[in-house]
């Protein structure tokens, strides 16, 4: 029975998963920013600006997104710019992070997401307590099930996720990092779920995404003391996947997450969606259940052309040229 619930849950995923394979709603180019007008997501061209992720110095976006070509076709980059906040999480942060998400997830032509910072030294503080000091108390739960339903989304997203933590990452900041599918933190970042100090618990996915990264023991003990720790402890715990060493620049973390999506990006886009979907929906169930839907998640690629392709050119001797078909 478990088996049979699993893969019916599996099936609707799949159908999600191959529906935005077919295109839907394709953004235009992928050499574009959106930037923030009126609280509105707008086009525009970046420029020369490149790769280089430029430090803000002006809170005029919240959010920064980066549609990158050349070499990094493919990479998405959502820059958090709110350096009076220490980027620390609104309401039009929620909502224009929201407005990204839908956009990415609806575009088969993104091989992968990197999250970052604008701001040198932060990821992200946390909730804005100063505007949650403003809310009405009917307010927060509102405010709080958007935040997680946003963090969800995040972790949902059919292409790989890379936090790239170049500085604190604290309370709903290192929740955000943890619906990620890969972090990569600079060796002086700052990571914790510290809301106990303020006499709340994680609100948005902390307590569960937490323990199933580190273990249960080890999550307890960080979530009870509010200790927050630092890269090279957090590669340790396992916490984050890698932990480099901080750049005069402050983008060692962001560099590394870009090295690595260039690495995910020439392989298959099919088959690695379905990967993640076999591993974050088997994880979460028995063996035999996993099995299965790693069955039905083989069963999708079978019958593309990329799967043709990728047999073509190691026939060939040739490097492979997918198209997500």
Excluded: W
């Amino acid at each position: 029975m478990a088996v049979v619930v699993g893969c019916r849950v599996l099936l609707q995923s799949i159908r999600q998963q191959t529906g935005t394979l077919a295109g839907v709603c394709r953004l235009k180019t992928h050499a574009k920013y959106l930037h923030n007008v009126n609280n509105k997501l707008q086009y525009i061209r970046p420029g020369s600006h490149g790769v280089t992720r430029h430090f803000s110095s002006e809170a005029k976006d919240d959010l920064c997104v980066r549609y990158l070509d050349g070499e990094h076709s493919g990479i998405v980059v959502f820059g958090i710019n709110r350096p009076k906040q220490k980027n620390a999480i609104s309401k039009n942060l929620v909502n224009m992070m929201s407005e990204a998400v839908e956009r990415v997830k609806k575009d088969n032509k993104v091989l992968s997401v990197i999250i970052c910072s604008m701001v040198p030294g932060i990821f992200c503080a946390g909730a804005d307590l100063k505007e949650r000091a403003k809310m009405q108390q009917s307010e927060v739960a509102p405010f709080v099930s958007k935040a997680r339903s946003l963090i969800s989304e995040i972790g949902n997203l059919p292409m790989p996720t890379i936090a790239a933590i170049d500085g604190a990452a604290l309370g709903g900041g290192l929740e955000l990092a943890l619906s990620c599918d890969i972090r990569i933190a600079s060796d002086n970042a700052k990571l914790g779920l510290t809301e106990t100090k303020l006499a709340i618990i994680p609100g948005a996915g902390g307590t569960q995404r937490l323990p199933r990264a580190i273990g249960v023991a080890l999550a307890k003990e960080l979530i009870f003391s509010a200790r927050a720790i630092d890269g090279t402890e957090a590669k340790r715990l396992g916490l984050v996947s890698h932990a480099v060493e901080q750049n005069k620049s402050g983008d060692a973390a962001y560099l590394r997450a870009l090295e690595l999506a260039r690495e995910f990006n020439p392989n298959g886009p099919i088959a690695i969606r379905m990967a993640k979907l076999a591993i974050n929906q088997g994880i979460e169930v028995d063996l035999n259940t996993g099995l299965a839907i790693e069955e039905a998640c083989y069963a999708q690629v079978i019958p593309t052309k990329d799967r043709l392709e990728g047999l073509s050119a190691f026939k060939e001797k040739r490097p492979p040229r997918f198209k997500g078909e």
